[in-house]
């Protein structure tokens, strides 16, 4: 056994153990333990800075954008909101435990449902270091152990928060292991952590799409994939204009490089002459770019002319694509072909438009007459989120502490046998 | 691409077309075809007997047990249990559409999450031609498309039933990809299907050990496995001698060859030298071979010692092993090590190692005081079942029709655009 994967076995194993122990773990220690990791990264904050200030010298030598050097620092206003995330999910309801359903059946056994923690989550981060507390918080409330991967750009940054959260488990009387922090960021050492199904129960990627078909690619276990986002509005027929155009501005412009943000704008064909020339102007006046059809550019001379890529490309910039629809089951056609099951809207006044759209559309979230920004953990009620899944099995959509757990049959009987 | 590539290809996308469709159909079609398909099965008795004569009389070319020759014959009776388990589906709630929850936000959106069909279903199994119909109908009730890959030992017998289900497909006005049959049994054909991410949702396999370890490995999709049950039954040191006994016997003998009879039996050590000899008494008389740790072999001369595989084996016929260990927590850390997540029973006349089992023990179904044959589709109420998940993510245990399904969000606002 290589050092990679002797080093990957023991992590996990130590993790397994610990997930059963924390299993089993109150509700008031784990809010402690929270509450506990809060005080510490305030009372830490300057060693935090220092720390990440090493990452930040080291930046440069990783060819880091400018973009990205500013998510890697650790402010104080950053370190203090790393501080509220953790009490803030002290204060979410403990998923674990929550009675689902149950019933007594006429064998005369009595079933309970129960909702319970996955085991062992093995969570592959990039960059910011604030995951690191975030990731950690989440799957320790929802009863799992952890197994950290930060990228190295954050190195020091995630050596130094984890140091915190683990002083802070033996402190609370959990074990040490409950949060583990791959001590290298070499990537052949991810790939042995993949393989490790049995000690690991799920891995979850959040990153770039390379990252994550890696590990869908490699993983052993099963994945929760936080992947992208071609988000369409489709302004219908009966659109008010003026809501489509605040939606599709809002869809694109108020923070472009997200997964709920719009990539394109479909227009109902009899009203694109009139709406395409008032929805342009207020994209252009933002520094929008847009790539339309054929149909677009011929009412829209600025815009470019897009390619068959265009209508696949998640550009996470200020870029649209327009393109114009005969009707709505064309634009249901288009999302089907080209939408990546994330966020779909349509603005239209007319209600059976609306239920066709509703119905006939699969994505994790499904809109009318709102900003697809809105597809989001803590605007949907979750709490904090861990990624949002386009996958249709086990979580779609947010993913918050509910979506960390599974459930077990609790079965009840005196003594009955089957005949 | 190969001709196998092609056709898994062509098949594949005809179903999620056909998906589409389905997942819009209404409650009263999928009844009227399911109740169709179950007059078509009763009008055709006699040429699905005759289509079945010929794979039993291929049966010595493929080297089948008596046992599974009889497994695949396709009596008077069992073509009757096939139309009523058809009918049965049909008086099932129908799962798309429920409203899972919903609220609304402070932003103004209204949030309503409903069920949904998971979209295309690849479902791969062994011998009994029954299979052919029971997953049909489950798929379908719940919205989803089929491609069913049945093995070539039932190959003229599910020919024959395919044909029945998909004429009332056109009969009802869905469309005939809705259920497709792989129209050949070549295993590299599998593969090809297994590539196909994209169109197809999910793939459950049904079978022995090795088809589900290949499906595993090979599927670019999500799997929902029906995977071995190595469950156990710990007799504590509080136990009923008569229940403990009885339910042993229940859990091993009623029916050996399935995933939910007990392959080890656990006992206190403060209650071994009494409960090992009358417990032995009633297995041996029904002919149940025993194979003991240590101290079991110093108290039932008879048992054969157990070698270490013994811990790790689904016999799925008349043998158990059985072991005493010191305490409750031995027998828990016993079931993490060997058990396989299914069902793990415990007799006990004590409160709190009742509780401490039912915390404790991580599988789909912890049971007190009742037989691990109870772990069951329809003994838990869920109407028929697919398979029994030992998997965390998505379904654990029985998964019936809201197991083959997800859910979306549907947003609805007036405009609102996030800030």
Redo the contacts between chains.
């Keep these: 056994m290589s050092d990679h994967a002797a080093l990957a076995a023991e992590l996990s194993r130590d993790a397994k153990r610990a997930s059963?122990e924390l299993?089993?773990a109150s509700t008031a220690v784990k809010n402690a333990w929270l509450r506990g990791c809060a005080a510490a990264v305030r009372a830490n904050a300057e060693r935090l800075a220092s720390e990440n200030e090493r990452d930040l010298a080291a930046a440069p030598d990783y060819g880091l954008s400018e973009a990205q050097v500013d998510r890697l620092r650790l402010t104080p206003d950053r370190l203090e909101s790393v501080a509220v995330g953790l009490e803030e999910v002290a204060s979410l309801p403990d998923p674990v435990g929550e009675v689902i359903d149950g019933?007594r059946?006429p064998?005369g056994?009595e079933?309970t449902r129960v909702r319970?923690p996955?085991?062992v989550v093995f969570f592959i981060y990039e960059s910011r270091p604030n995951v690191t507390a975030d990731a950690a918080a989440l799957c320790v409330k929802s009863g799992n152990a952890v197994i950290l991967r930060g990228g190295k750009e954050a190195f020091h940054s995630n050596t130094a928060l984890h140091a915190l959260l683990a002083d802070q488990l033996e402190e609370h009387g959990l074990p040490r292991a409950t949060v583990q922090l791959v001590p290298t960021t070499d990537r052949a050492m991810v790939g042995e952590f993949l393989k490790r199904r049995g000690d690991i129960?799920?891995a979850i990627p959040r990153g770039g799409k390379g990252l994550i078909e890696r590990v869908t690619r490699e993983a052993a276990m099963?994945v929760?994939k936080h992947f992208d986002g071609i988000c369409h509005l489709f302004a219908d027929a009966s659109a008010?204009f003026d809501?489509a155009a605040?939606?599709t501005v809002?869809g694109k412009v108020?923070r472009p490089g997200v997964c709920n943000a719009l990539e394109t704008l479909l227009v109902h064909r009899d009203v694109a002459e009139t709406f395409l020339p008032k929805v342009a102007a207020a994209l252009t006046e933002q520094g929008v770019e847009l790539r339309g059809c054929e149909r677009t550019c011929a009412i829209l001379s600025d815009a470019k002319p897009a390619t068959a890529e265009d209508w696949d490309t998640e550009y996470l910039a200020l870029i649209l694509s327009v393109k114009v629809v005969d009707d709505l089951d064309a634009a249901v056609d288009h999302v089907?072909a080209h939408g990546s099951g994330h966020t779909e809207v349509i603005v239209t006044k007319d209600l059976a438009a609306?239920r066709r759209w509703?119905?006939?559309v699969?994505?994790?979230?499904?809109?009318?007459?709102?900003?697809s920004?809105?597809?989001d953990g803590s605007?949907?009620?979750l709490g904090a989120e861990i990624g949002i899944s386009t996958?249709?099995?086990?979580a779609?959509?947010p993913c918050g502490l509910q979506e960390l757990t599974?459930?077990?049959?609790?079965?009840?009987?005196?003594?009955?046998?089957?005949g």
Excluded: T, W
């Design positions: 059963r299993a089993l019933s059946r064998s056994i079933l319970v996955l085991g129960d799920v099963p929760i008010d809501m605040d939606l809002n108020q089907a609306a509703e119905a006939a699969d994505a994790a979230a499904v809109m009318v007459n709102c900003s920004r809105f597809h605007e949907f009620g996958d249709k099995l086990h779609r959509g599974s459930y077990k049959y609790i079965v009840r009987g005196e003594g009955q046998v089957r």
